[in-house]
């Protein structure tokens, strides 16, 4: 297990697999380094590098949870960065990883090689986050992982159909951990707070211009056919900002892709090759 101390004295979890190409993976909003599992055996080539955020999976949670944010959230990418001795890194970054690899593209554009939107952009679809603030940083109902993948297999089914509940059970494992009085979540959930707070204020920030610094880097945009996060028209939106955008949709998923399916894996590809 290896951590690092960020500037304001947190500890945070990553992991460092591999040589060749550094990836640095960043997941979703309440997610773990252990979302990028099934990617994992597809990209043995690459120097794969994850990190928890504050609050999340193996790293301290935050006793000042307004730290959960992007601009801070991307100030100890930065600071893993330098723990890790690399100058530049393509990155792919999931959902919330994205927004991060954004504000990245606006504060060190020299320190990104390439980057992978992996189903986000600068729109946020409303009845994406509608689904997010009915679940997010409550604790989960079910007490075992195989009732956890039933429910997750009933919930998602409509925008996954297809998928086993072995896959499902796999994706709990990675949310939730057992406790002997069932599951607990695998984050800090005062995340809930900190999004009821800036609904609340009415921080909806234009990431338009956060997009568009991504102008002279290589990116790929990976959407999931069925995604209620990033719409079709965001997309098409996206293209004609940045002439060099190259995307896929996945067929048969929602928010998020597994980044197994051969669409995903041949666009993080074309990317690394383009950088």
Known sequence: MAFFTTSDGRDLYFED?????????????????????????HVTDLRLIAMDYRGR?????????????VPRESQDVIELLDHLGLDRVAVLGTSRGGLIAMALAISHPKRLRAVVLNDVGP????????????????????????????????????????ISLDRWRQVAEFQYEQTADGLALRYDPALRTVL??????GETPDLWAFFEALRD????????????ILSTETLIE????????????????????????PQ???????????A
Not at 20 to 41: E, I, M, V, Y
Not at 57 to 69: H, L
Not at 264 to 274: F, G, M, Q, T, W
């Open 17 to 41: 697999t591999g040589s060749g190409t550094p990836l640095l993976c960043l997941a979703g909003l309440t997610r773990n380094t252990k979302d990028f599992s099934f990617l994992t055996p």
């Open 57 to 69: 999976g193996q790293s301290d949670y935050d006793p000042d949870f307004m730290n959960y944010n």
């Open 217 to 228: 880097i290589p990116t790929g945009v990976i959407r999931g056919a069925n995604s209620d």
């Open 238 to 261: 996206m293209h004609k900002r940045h002439p060099g955008l190259i995307s896929v949709e996945v067929p048969d998923r929602g928010h998020v892709p597994f980044l197994d399916e």
């Open 123 to 162: 729109v946020i679809e409303p009845s994406g986050i509608a689904k997010i603030m009915g679940y997010i940083g409550k604790q989960p109902v079910s007490k075992t992982f195989d009732h956890a993948a039933q429910a997750l297999q009933h919930v998602m089914g409509p925008q996954f159909p297809g």
């Open 196 to 201: 009821m707070d800036q609904a609340a204020a």
């Open 264 to 274: 995903s894996l041949n666009l993080i590809r074309k990317v690394l090759d383009a």
